[in-house]
């Protein structure tokens, strides 16, 4: 069995996720996005879709890039 690098449970299901030169051990799909998954610069949840990047900084959502001044932005169009 493996032992997940969020929570610590000893899992016989456990999976690895590798993204670039990072890699973990995970129990479920919750503890790899805790480790794994960026955070939105302005408000600081987790960013499980695409999210909006500018100048080098990522975002959840279009209002959070706006909020630290990105224009050009919208959520819907």
Do not use: W
């Not at 706006?66 to 224009?71: A, E, I, K, N, R």
Request: hydrophobic share 30%; charged share 15%; net charge negative.
């Amino acid at each position: 069995m493996a032992i997940c690098d969020t929570c610590g449970n000893d899992y016989d299901k456990a999976f690895t996720v590798t993204q670039g030169d990072r890699s973990g051990t995970f129990d479920s799909f919750e503890c790899a996005s805790h480790a794994m998954a960026p955070t939105c610069s302005h408000c600081g949840c987790r960013i499980l879709g695409h999210g909006i990047e500018a100048g080098g900084v990522i975002f959840c959502c279009a209002h959070c890039a706006q909020h630290d001044g990105v224009s050009g932005v919208a959520d819907r169009v």
